[in-house]
């Protein structure tokens, strides 16, 4: 691969990463996008940004997005999401999160960075703006 930045890998490349290989990817792809948005959306002190972006991307709150694309997705994004979902991590739960919202944190986790890895920018792009409707944290 020459461009580590905007990849676009073939998909059976991509199914031989495991789900929480992908998740990982996809938790840096989500953080990314939460972090420009705040930083086009006002102008917040460095601390206050960094309280917002952990409270967009701790798990119960990746678990409330993800409900909203939950109708929005295909059904090949519908399966990305349920390896991520299903995918069982030998780490522990966070203390602020439920069993399933780490789940399906995980599962948005690994829709996101499987679309990153196909190079399927603009389809991120439409699904993160759906997780930011009618959202006024600012």
Request: glycine share 6%; with cysteine.
């Amino acid at each position: 691969m020459d461009n580590y930045f905007s990849p676009v890998m073939d998909r059976r490349d991509v199914n031989q990463i495991s789900a929480l290989g992908i998740a990982h990817c996809g938790d840096a792809v989500f953080e990314l996008l939460v972090r420009t948005w705040l930083c086009t959306h006002g102008s917040l002190q460095a601390k206050e940004l960094h309280k917002k972006t952990v409270a967009y991307v701790a798990a119960p709150a990746q678990a409330a997005r993800m409900e909203k694309l939950l109708p929005h997705l295909t059904e090949d994004e519908l399966a990305m999401y349920k390896r991520g979902r299903n995918a069982h991590s030998r780490h522990g739960i966070p203390k602020n999160a439920t069993h399933e919202e780490y789940a399906k944190a995980t599962g948005l986790e690994c829709l996101f960075g499987t679309l990153y890895l196909l190079g399927q920018k603009d389809r991120i792009h439409e699904l993160f703006l759906l997780t930011q409707e009618d959202d006024h944290a600012l």
